[in-house]
């Protein structure tokens, strides 16, 4: 069991607009502004597409954005396209001794 | 332009360790610090820890505690990550990534299989 809760999958089609949720507590997604998120596509490694919250690194599109409420942090992807198909982690810094967590991960499907 | 290349894959059996590096090159390595990240078979991510290029600290997930060591040579710029004791399930890839803080990873090595099986 995954310590921040993810969708297991969402979907939408070309153009449309998604958002994934990554739900934590106070003492992780609530408490500090260090979720990140990672785009993977199957069979290679995990691409950083979302830092401190809302931070977008050098070179990943605008189509993609982050934000948080309370203990919940979202993921948005706007004009979906073809390659977005992957699926998306959330990550947070914690308190406790585990310093850093994963969500479970959701797989993104354009129809 | 970045990059960090790890070691090849490695079957090992119950009960033994494992050290996979993880080389870079592309940037001042002992300016940024280095994370472990593993993933089991069709499972997620999951953090094993991170440390300091610069200094050598680290920070490890509790459950791995006592069974994990991550170090660096600054002289080769190469991360290591030892595991020991392995188990069964400890059969995942296991990758590096360059880690400006703990919590945030912008560059990943390819990857590294590790199964363990008798």
């Known amino acids: 069991q995954s310590a921040l809760t993810q969708p297991a999958s969402v979907s939408g089609s070309p153009g449309q607009s998604i958002t994934i949720s990554c739900t934590g507590t106070s003492s992780d997604v609530g408490g500090y502004n260090y979720v990140s998120w990672y785009q993977q596509h199957p069979g290679k490694a995990p691409k950083l597409m979302i830092y401190?919250?809302?931070n977008r690194p050098s070179g990943v599109s605008n189509r993609f954005s982050g934000s948080k409420s309370g203990n919940t942090a979202s993921l948005t992807i706007s004009g979906l396209q073809a390659e977005d198909e992957a699926d998306y982690y959330c990550?947070?810094?914690?308190?406790?001794?585990?310093?850093?967590?994963f969500g479970g991960g959701t797989k993104l499907t354009v129809l | 332009q970045v990059q960090l290349v790890q070691s090849g894959a490695e079957v090992k059996k119950p009960g033994a360790s494992v050290k996979v590096s993880c080389k870079a090159s592309g940037y001042t390595f002992t300016s940024y610090g280095i994370s472990w990240v593993r993933q089991a078979p069709g499972q997620g991510l999951e953090w094993m820890g991170w440390?300091?290029?610069?200094?050598?600290?680290?920070n490890y997930a509790q459950k791995l505690q006592g069974r994990v060591t991550m170090t660096t040579d600054t002289s080769t710029s190469t991360a290591y990550m030892e595991l020991r004791s392995l188990r069964s399930d400890d059969t995942a890839v296991y990758y590096c990534a360059r880690g400006s803080t703990v919590t945030t990873s912008d560059y990943w090595g390819q990857g590294t299989l590790v199964t363990v099986s008798s």
């Open positions: 990550s947070s810094y914690t308190s406790s001794s585990t310093y850093v967590v």
């Open positions: 440390i300091s290029a610069y200094n050598g600290n680290t």
């Open positions: 401190d919250v809302s």
